[in-house]
T-cell receptor, first 117, second 111 residues
Framework: GAGVSQSPRYKVTKRGQDVALRCDPI?????LYWYRQALGQGPEFLTY????????KSGLPNDRFSAERPEGSISTLTIQRTEQRDSAMYRC???????????????FGNGTRLTVT | GQNIDQPTEMTATEGAIVQINCTYQ??????LFWYQQHAGEAPTFLSY????GLEEKGRFSSFLSRSKGYSYLLLKELQMKDSASYLC????????????FGTGTRLKVLA
C-alpha cells in the first residue's frame, strides 16, 4: 500500500505567517510521530500520538508549535508566527503498533522542506 | 541526558566489509534501531535489537551490548548503492516512549 504521505513537499513562507504541515500515515498505523531534521543531522523528536491522543509533546520548541490528530489518522503540525530559525525539514513517521508493544519500526515520509524568509 | 555517538563519516571500497559503531548513554533503554538514509530521501528501517547479540539480515547485521551501551551495524559485500547515511536510534521509556536519533554516519563506497 501507500507509504507515509506529507504535504506540501516544499513550503516557502514569510516571517510572521502561520503554516500547517500535513501528514497522512500508513493506513491502520497506531502511532504517529513528528520530527525535525537539519541537514547532515539525525531527526529531532517533536511530538507523537497514539491514535488521537498526544502522548508526548516535550520536543516542541515553544508554544508557537502545536500538533493534532483529531480522528487518529491524518495529523497536522502547525507553526504560528514563523521565524527564520524554523526553517528545516519536517518529517512525519508512523508505526503499526504503539511503542512498547513490539519492534514495529518507524516508517518515514519524504518530509516538508520549510523555508521562512 | 540522552546521548548517542556515531562517527561522522566513513569510506570503504566496493566488495569490502564495513562496521559502523554506535555508543549510547540513555536511561530507560527499550530497543535500538538502525536506519539507512540516502541523500534527499526519507530514512528507511534496517534492523532492530533489544537483546544482546547479533541479528543478521542478508548483507546487513547488527550487534548490541546493553551493558556497554554499544551497537554496531556490519555491512558485507559493499555495493555502490550502500553509499548513504546510517542512523542509530535508541527507543527509551521514561513515562512515554521516544526514539532518539544519532547524527548519522555518512558512508561513501568507492569503486
Amino acid at each position: 500500500g501507500a507509504g507515509v504521505s506529507q504535504s506540501p513537499r516544499y513550503k516557502v513562507t514569510k516571517r510572521g505567517q502561520d503554516v500547517a504541515l500535513r501528514c497522512d500515515p500508513i493506513s491502520g498505523h497506531v502511532s504517529l510521530y513528528w520530527y525535525r531534521q537539519a541537514l547532515g543531522q539525525g531527526p529531532e523528536f517533536l511530538t507523537y500520538f497514539n491514535y488521537e491522543a498526544q502522548q508526548d509533546k516535550s520536543g516542541l520548541p515553544n508554544d508557537r508549535f502545536s500538533a493534532e490528530r483529531p480522528e487518529g489518522s491524518i495529523s497536522t503540525l502547525t507553526i504560528q508566527r514563523t521565524e527564520q530559525r524554523d526553517s528545516a525539514m519536517y518529517r512525519c513517521a508512523s508505526s503499526l503498533l504503539a511503542p512498547g508493544t513490539g519492534h514495529s519500526p518507524l516508517h518515514f515520509g519524504n518530509g516538508t522542506r520549510l523555508t521562512v524568509t | 541526558g540522552q546521548n548517542i555517538d556515531q562517527p561522522t563519516e566513513m569510506t570503504a571500497t566496493e566488495g569490502a566489509i564495513v562496521q559502523i559503531n554506535c555508543t549510547y548513554q540513555t536511561s530507560g533503554f527499550n530497543g535500538l534501531f538502525w536506519y539507512q538514509q540516502h541523500a534527499g530521501e526519507a530514512p528507511t528501517f534496517l534492523s532492530y535489537n533489544v537483546l544482546d547479540g547479533l541479528e543478521e539480515k542478508g548483507r546487513f547485521s547488527s550487534f548490541l551490548s546493553r551493558s556497554k551501551g554499544y551497537s554496531y551495524l556490519l555491512l558485507k559485500e559493499l555495493q555502490m548503492k550502500d553509499s548513504a547515511s546510517y542512523l542509530c536510534a535508541v527507543r527509551v521509556f521514561s513515562g512515554t516512549y521516544k526514539y532518539i536519533f544519532g547524527t548519522g554516519t555518512r558512508l561513501k563506497v568507492l569503486a
